[in-house]
């Protein structure tokens, strides 16, 4: 999957990544597509972390309309303000205890995934769309300085036509990014 994704890198469609491969069911290739965009993000966001501070991004906000809090139930129980780079190592910290739970994504092909695989994923989808969301609106100089553009809209172009055919993202989670999105999704 990797190499068919760096395959169309700048290509205008992606129906083929999107796609259920023959052979997977739909809950796996959602599975294995969460892995892959969670992949992506982290090193997405790893390219402008070191400009990505507590001081620099005192909130995780995409714009001035936006700002997400972050709650987890356990360590945060109410929804908490916290800077940028805290709610995504929160976020990217409770994504991968979600990816290795194996009562959510099982690896035993004999094991099942729960009847409400997609309503569980929404969740990820909405917070991983959060970090696009950041890296565009407070640092998108930096992803331009160092010539990260085109990989840039590539993921968020594959990541919304992906979560959007799936229907793991709600269309109101999408509005601080809406105008890039139908840009992305007119080409």
């Known amino acids: 999957m990797h190499k068919s994704t760096i395959a169309t890198l700048g290509a205008g469609d992606m129906s083929n990544l999107i796609a259920i491969p023959p052979n997977m069911n739909e809950n796996e290739w959602l599975a294995v597509s969460t892995e892959d965009f969670f992949e992506k ?9 070191e400009v990505c501070t507590a001081e620099s991004c005192p909130t ?3 714009g001035p309309l936006f700002e997400y809090l972050w709650q987890d139930n356990r360590r945060y129980k109410k929804a908490t303000a916290l800077s ?3 709610y995504v190592d929160c976020l990217m910290e409770w994504i991968q205890e979600q990816m290795e739970d194996e009562s959510l994504f099982p690896t035993d092909p004999a094991v099942p995934f729960p009847k409400d695989f997609k309503v569980r994923l929404a969740p990820l989808y909405k917070r991983m769309f959060r970090v696009f969301g950041h890296i565009y609106h407070c640092h998108f100089s930096t992803v331009r300085s160092i010539g990260m553009e085109a990989h840039l ?13 799936y229907q793991l993202i709600q269309k109101k989670e999408m509005a601080p990014m809406q105008e890039l999105i139908d840009r992305l999704l007119a080409k």
């Open 153 to 165: 809209n590539t993921c968020f172009k594959h990541f919304i036509k992906f979560s959007t055919t």
């Open 60 to 62: 995780m906000s995409a």
């Open 84 to 86: 940028a780079p805290e």
């Open 41 to 49: 993000i982290n090193l997405l966001y790893g390219n402008v972390m």
